[in-house]
Protein backbone atom coordinates (compact mmCIF):
# COMPACT_ATOMS: atom_id res chain seq x y z
CA UNK A 1 0.00 0.00 0.00
CA UNK A 2 1.24 3.37 -1.08
CA UNK A 3 1.84 6.63 1.47
CA UNK A 4 -1.49 8.05 0.13
CA UNK A 5 -3.73 4.98 0.75
CA UNK A 6 -1.71 4.45 4.48
CA UNK A 7 -2.26 7.99 5.36
CA UNK A 8 -6.16 8.36 4.25
CA UNK A 9 -6.92 5.31 5.66
CA UNK A 10 -5.54 6.54 9.17
CA UNK A 11 -7.29 9.86 8.54
CA UNK A 12 -10.97 8.35 7.81
CA UNK A 13 -9.94 6.33 11.51
CA UNK A 14 -9.35 9.35 13.36
CA UNK A 15 -12.18 11.94 12.13
CA UNK A 16 -14.27 8.72 12.99
CA UNK A 17 -12.98 8.18 16.63
CA UNK A 18 -13.32 11.80 17.16
CA UNK A 19 -16.96 12.28 15.55
CA UNK A 20 -18.00 9.39 18.06
CA UNK A 21 -16.38 10.90 20.73
CA UNK A 22 -18.04 14.31 19.71
CA UNK A 23 -21.67 12.67 19.53
CA UNK A 24 -21.04 10.44 22.43
CA UNK A 25 -22.74 12.94 25.42
CA UNK A 26 -25.67 13.09 23.73
CA UNK A 27 -26.27 9.60 25.25
CA UNK A 28 -27.60 8.02 22.44
CA UNK A 29 -24.85 5.19 21.91
CA UNK A 30 -26.02 3.46 24.48
CA UNK A 31 -21.99 1.53 25.46
CA UNK A 32 -19.00 2.09 26.08
CA UNK A 33 -16.56 2.98 23.71
CA UNK A 34 -12.51 2.96 23.75
CA UNK A 35 -11.08 5.24 21.42
CA UNK A 36 -7.88 4.59 19.47
CA UNK A 37 -6.96 8.19 18.63
CA UNK A 38 -3.47 8.60 18.34
CA UNK A 39 -2.58 5.05 17.57
CA UNK A 40 -3.89 4.37 13.92
CA UNK A 41 -0.62 3.72 12.69
CA UNK A 42 -0.39 0.17 13.92
CA UNK A 43 -4.19 -0.91 12.94
CA UNK A 44 -3.61 0.86 9.38
CA UNK A 45 0.22 -0.36 8.66
CA UNK A 46 -1.01 -4.55 10.07
CA UNK A 47 -4.03 -4.52 7.91
CA UNK A 48 -2.19 -3.08 5.12
CA UNK A 49 -0.49 -6.42 4.78
CA UNK A 50 -3.10 -8.44 5.44
CA UNK A 51 -5.64 -10.31 2.46
CA UNK A 52 -8.90 -10.28 2.88
CA UNK A 53 -8.82 -13.72 3.82
CA UNK A 54 -7.09 -13.33 6.51
CA UNK A 55 -8.80 -13.25 10.03
CA UNK A 56 -7.98 -10.06 12.62
CA UNK A 57 -9.15 -10.40 16.14
CA UNK A 58 -9.52 -7.47 18.53
CA UNK A 59 -9.97 -6.23 22.05
CA UNK A 60 -12.44 -3.64 23.70
CA UNK A 61 -10.39 -0.74 21.76
CA UNK A 62 -11.56 -2.28 18.59
CA UNK A 63 -12.89 0.46 16.49
CA UNK A 64 -9.42 1.16 14.18
CA UNK A 65 -8.57 -2.75 13.59
CA UNK A 66 -12.24 -3.34 12.12
CA UNK A 67 -12.47 -0.33 9.78
CA UNK A 68 -8.51 -0.73 8.65
CA UNK A 69 -9.29 -4.12 8.25
CA UNK A 70 -12.26 -3.47 5.57
CA UNK A 71 -15.29 -3.22 8.10
CA UNK A 72 -18.51 -1.61 6.96
CA UNK A 73 -18.81 1.98 8.62
CA UNK A 74 -22.57 2.04 8.94
CA UNK A 75 -22.72 -1.07 10.17
CA UNK A 76 -20.40 -0.12 12.80
CA UNK A 77 -22.22 3.28 14.02
CA UNK A 78 -25.78 1.11 13.77
CA UNK A 79 -23.48 -1.41 15.97
CA UNK A 80 -22.33 1.08 18.69
CA UNK A 81 -26.15 2.69 18.63
CA UNK A 82 -27.81 -0.80 19.37
CA UNK A 83 -29.77 -0.65 15.90
CA UNK A 84 -30.46 -3.81 13.58
CA UNK A 85 -28.38 -2.24 10.64
CA UNK A 86 -25.31 -3.03 13.20
CA UNK A 87 -23.09 -5.75 12.62
CA UNK A 88 -24.11 -7.81 15.03
CA UNK A 89 -27.46 -6.46 14.63
CA UNK A 90 -26.93 -3.99 17.46
CA UNK A 91 -27.03 -6.28 20.03
CA UNK A 92 -23.21 -6.55 20.74
CA UNK A 93 -21.92 -3.17 20.71
CA UNK A 94 -18.61 -1.15 20.17
CA UNK A 95 -16.73 -4.05 22.01
CA UNK A 96 -18.73 -6.98 20.76
CA UNK A 97 -18.04 -6.51 16.94
CA UNK A 98 -17.87 -9.09 14.47
CA UNK A 99 -17.66 -8.98 10.40
CA UNK A 100 -16.87 -12.45 8.94
CA UNK A 101 -16.94 -10.70 5.09
CA UNK A 102 -14.40 -8.37 5.83
CA UNK A 103 -12.54 -10.93 7.50
CA UNK A 104 -12.58 -9.39 11.12
CA UNK A 105 -13.68 -12.47 13.25
CA UNK A 106 -14.55 -10.94 16.69
CA UNK A 107 -13.45 -8.62 19.56
CA UNK A 108 -14.31 -8.90 23.27
CA UNK A 109 -13.71 -7.05 25.61
CA UNK A 110 -12.47 -9.47 28.41
CA UNK A 111 -8.24 -8.92 28.61
CA UNK A 112 -6.32 -11.50 26.88
CA UNK A 113 -9.79 -13.13 25.66
CA UNK A 114 -8.89 -13.30 21.87
CA UNK A 115 -5.78 -14.73 21.74
CA UNK A 116 -6.50 -17.88 22.22
CA UNK A 117 -9.70 -17.46 19.98
CA UNK A 118 -6.97 -16.61 17.47
CA UNK A 119 -4.71 -19.41 18.00
CA UNK A 120 -8.23 -21.63 17.43
CA UNK A 121 -8.63 -20.14 14.49
CA UNK A 122 -5.14 -20.49 12.88
CA UNK A 123 -5.24 -23.99 13.86
CA UNK A 124 -8.48 -24.68 12.04
CA UNK A 125 -7.01 -22.98 9.01
CA UNK A 126 -3.83 -25.32 9.56
CA UNK A 127 -6.17 -28.19 9.38
CA UNK A 128 -8.28 -26.92 6.28
CA UNK A 129 -5.02 -26.72 4.43
CA UNK A 130 -6.09 -23.04 4.12
CA UNK A 131 -3.76 -19.70 2.71
CA UNK A 132 -4.70 -17.88 5.90
CA UNK A 133 -2.84 -15.81 8.34
CA UNK A 134 -4.52 -14.58 11.74
CA UNK A 135 -3.88 -11.42 13.57
CA UNK A 136 -4.70 -10.90 16.97
CA UNK A 137 -4.54 -6.93 18.32
CA UNK A 138 -3.45 -6.58 22.24
CA UNK A 139 -2.21 -4.21 24.26
CA UNK A 140 0.69 -4.41 27.00
CA UNK A 141 -1.93 -5.00 30.09
CA UNK A 142 -2.63 -8.53 28.43
CA UNK A 143 0.76 -9.80 28.87
CA UNK A 144 -0.58 -10.17 32.66
CA UNK A 145 -2.97 -12.77 31.66
CA UNK A 146 -1.94 -16.49 31.99
CA UNK A 147 -3.74 -17.65 28.89
CA UNK A 148 -1.31 -15.67 26.77
CA UNK A 149 1.26 -17.34 27.77
CA UNK A 150 -0.39 -21.04 26.92
CA UNK A 151 -1.97 -19.32 23.55
CA UNK A 152 2.21 -17.81 22.72
CA UNK A 153 3.30 -21.40 23.67
CA UNK A 154 0.76 -23.42 21.89
CA UNK A 155 0.91 -21.33 18.52
CA UNK A 156 4.83 -21.70 18.43
CA UNK A 157 4.82 -25.63 19.54
CA UNK A 158 2.46 -26.01 16.36
CA UNK A 159 3.93 -23.51 14.02
CA UNK A 160 0.54 -21.53 13.35
CA UNK A 161 0.32 -18.80 11.07
CA UNK A 162 -0.49 -15.97 13.87
CA UNK A 163 0.91 -12.46 13.85
CA UNK A 164 0.82 -10.97 17.60
CA UNK A 165 0.43 -7.46 17.58
CA UNK A 166 0.67 -5.75 20.59
CA UNK A 167 -0.07 -1.95 20.73
CA UNK A 168 2.35 -1.33 23.82
CA UNK A 169 0.54 2.73 24.71
CA UNK A 170 2.04 2.29 28.01
CA UNK A 171 -0.93 2.11 30.21
CA UNK A 172 -3.50 -0.53 31.64
CA UNK A 173 -6.46 1.79 32.46
CA UNK A 174 -5.12 4.02 34.73
CA UNK A 175 -1.66 2.34 35.74
CA UNK A 176 1.93 2.48 33.93
CA UNK A 177 3.54 -0.35 32.75
CA UNK A 178 7.04 0.08 35.21
CA UNK A 179 4.04 -0.33 37.91
CA UNK A 180 2.51 -3.34 36.77
CA UNK A 181 5.66 -5.29 35.15
CA UNK A 182 9.41 -6.05 35.69
CA UNK A 183 12.05 -4.01 33.54
CA UNK A 184 12.14 -5.71 30.63
CA UNK A 185 10.94 -5.78 26.67
CA UNK A 186 7.38 -7.72 26.43
CA UNK A 187 9.05 -8.74 23.24
CA UNK A 188 11.74 -10.46 25.19
CA UNK A 189 9.17 -12.81 26.73
CA UNK A 190 7.79 -13.63 23.15
CA UNK A 191 11.46 -14.52 22.02
CA UNK A 192 11.44 -16.59 25.34
CA UNK A 193 8.65 -18.62 24.13
CA UNK A 194 9.86 -19.34 20.67
CA UNK A 195 8.01 -16.58 18.61
CA UNK A 196 9.65 -14.79 16.14
CA UNK A 197 9.77 -11.08 17.27
CA UNK A 198 9.76 -7.67 15.39
CA UNK A 199 9.54 -4.18 17.09
CA UNK A 200 8.49 -1.10 15.17
CA UNK A 201 7.43 2.79 16.37
CA UNK A 202 3.82 2.64 16.51
CA UNK A 203 3.59 6.30 15.39
CA UNK A 204 5.10 5.55 11.92
CA UNK A 205 3.06 4.12 10.11
CA UNK A 206 5.17 2.79 6.66
CA UNK A 207 7.62 1.15 9.63
CA UNK A 208 4.38 -0.80 11.06
CA UNK A 209 4.06 -1.69 7.53
CA UNK A 210 6.66 -3.23 6.67
CA UNK A 211 7.27 -4.85 9.57
CA UNK A 212 3.95 -6.38 9.21
CA UNK A 213 4.46 -7.32 5.77
CA UNK A 214 7.77 -9.05 6.36
CA UNK A 215 5.45 -11.29 8.85
CA UNK A 216 2.68 -11.76 6.95
CA UNK A 217 5.33 -13.15 4.32
CA UNK A 218 7.19 -15.64 6.26
CA UNK A 219 4.19 -16.95 8.03
CA UNK A 220 2.52 -17.96 4.51
CA UNK A 221 5.71 -19.81 4.14
CA UNK A 222 5.28 -21.55 7.26
CA UNK A 223 7.49 -20.36 9.35
CA UNK A 224 6.78 -19.98 13.40
CA UNK A 225 4.43 -17.24 14.81
CA UNK A 226 5.52 -13.58 15.00
CA UNK A 227 5.33 -11.45 17.63
CA UNK A 228 4.97 -7.61 16.70
CA UNK A 229 5.41 -5.08 19.69
CA UNK A 230 5.08 -1.32 18.53
CA UNK A 231 5.03 1.34 21.14
CA UNK A 232 2.17 3.72 20.68
CA UNK A 233 -0.02 6.00 22.84
CA UNK A 234 -3.69 6.78 23.49
CA UNK A 235 -4.38 10.55 23.95
CA UNK A 236 -7.89 9.91 25.11
CA UNK A 237 -9.29 8.65 28.67
CA UNK A 238 -8.97 4.48 28.82
CA UNK A 239 -12.75 4.46 28.22
CA UNK A 240 -14.74 7.52 27.04
CA UNK A 241 -14.71 10.33 24.89
CA UNK A 242 -12.19 13.23 26.96
CA UNK A 243 -8.94 13.99 27.67
CA UNK A 244 -8.26 12.58 31.67
CA UNK A 245 -5.45 14.83 32.21
CA UNK A 246 -6.69 16.14 35.23
CA UNK A 247 -6.55 12.06 36.82
CA UNK A 248 -3.06 13.06 37.50
CA UNK A 249 -2.21 9.66 36.22
CA UNK A 250 0.19 10.72 33.50
CA UNK A 251 2.96 12.24 33.94
CA UNK A 252 2.61 15.75 32.92
CA UNK A 253 3.91 16.92 29.51
CA UNK A 254 3.76 13.07 27.95
CA UNK A 255 0.40 13.28 26.14
CA UNK A 256 1.46 16.10 24.42
CA UNK A 257 4.74 15.02 23.77
CA UNK A 258 3.09 12.21 21.98
CA UNK A 259 0.97 13.71 20.32
CA UNK A 260 3.46 15.94 18.79
CA UNK A 261 4.61 12.70 17.37
CA UNK A 262 1.16 12.00 15.83
CA UNK A 263 1.69 9.69 12.85
CA UNK A 264 -1.04 11.74 10.65
CA UNK A 265 1.86 14.90 11.30
CA UNK A 266 4.13 12.61 10.42
CA UNK A 267 3.36 11.76 6.88
CA UNK A 268 1.60 14.62 6.20
CA UNK A 269 4.45 17.24 5.16
CA UNK A 270 5.97 14.39 2.54
CA UNK A 271 2.46 14.08 0.64
CA UNK A 272 1.90 17.67 0.63
CA UNK A 273 4.83 18.42 -1.14
CA UNK A 274 4.33 15.55 -3.31
CA UNK A 275 0.85 17.39 -4.58
CA UNK A 276 -1.43 15.62 -2.92
CA UNK A 277 -4.81 17.69 -1.57
CA UNK A 278 -5.17 17.06 1.97
CA UNK A 279 -7.51 19.71 2.37
CA UNK A 280 -10.11 18.25 -0.68
CA UNK A 281 -9.02 14.56 1.35
CA UNK A 282 -10.80 15.74 4.54
CA UNK A 283 -13.40 16.72 2.85
CA UNK A 284 -14.12 13.17 1.45
CA UNK A 285 -13.53 11.98 4.43
CA UNK A 286 -16.01 14.10 6.48
CA UNK A 287 -18.74 13.50 3.70
CA UNK A 288 -18.49 9.77 4.14
CA UNK A 289 -18.58 10.26 8.00
CA UNK A 290 -21.87 12.56 7.84
CA UNK A 291 -23.17 9.63 5.43
CA UNK A 292 -22.65 6.50 7.29
CA UNK A 293 -24.32 8.69 10.45
CA UNK A 294 -27.18 9.17 8.48
CA UNK A 295 -27.51 6.11 7.25
CA UNK A 296 -26.40 4.04 10.77
CA UNK A 297 -29.07 6.08 12.46
CA UNK A 298 -31.86 5.80 9.60
CA UNK A 299 -31.41 1.83 11.23
CA UNK A 300 -34.92 0.07 13.16
CA UNK A 301 -33.42 -1.28 16.83
CA UNK A 302 -32.97 -4.81 16.82
CA UNK A 303 -36.69 -6.53 16.97
CA UNK A 304 -36.95 -8.74 20.44
CA UNK A 305 -38.47 -11.51 18.48
CA UNK A 306 -35.06 -11.53 16.56
CA UNK A 307 -33.02 -11.66 19.23
CA UNK A 308 -33.21 -16.11 20.50
CA UNK A 309 -31.57 -16.53 16.69
CA UNK A 310 -28.00 -14.68 17.91
CA UNK A 311 -27.72 -17.20 20.82
CA UNK A 312 -25.20 -20.31 20.44
CA UNK A 313 -25.77 -23.25 22.72
Known amino acids: MNPFDLY ?6 RRIEEAI ?3 YP ?3 MRCPVHLSIGQ ?3 AVGVCAALEQRDGVFSGHRAHAHYLAKGGDLTAMLAEIYGLDAGCCHGVGGS ?3 IDLRAGFLGAVPIVGATLPL ?3 AAWAARLRGEDKVVAVFFGDGTFEEGVVHESVNFAVLHSLPVLFVCENNLYACYTRLPD ?12 AHGCITLTADGNDVEAVHQAARTAVGQLRSGSKPYFLECATYRWREHCGPELDDHLGYRPAGERQDWEAHCPLRRLAPRLSAGGTDLDRLESEVAAEIESAFAAALASPPPRPADLPGYLYA
Not at 180 to 191: D, F
Open 8 to 13: RQMLRI
Open 40 to 42: EAV
Open 21 to 23: ADR
Open 95 to 97: MHM
Open 118 to 120: AVG
Open 26 to 28: AQE
Open 180 to 191: RQPPRPIHGVAA
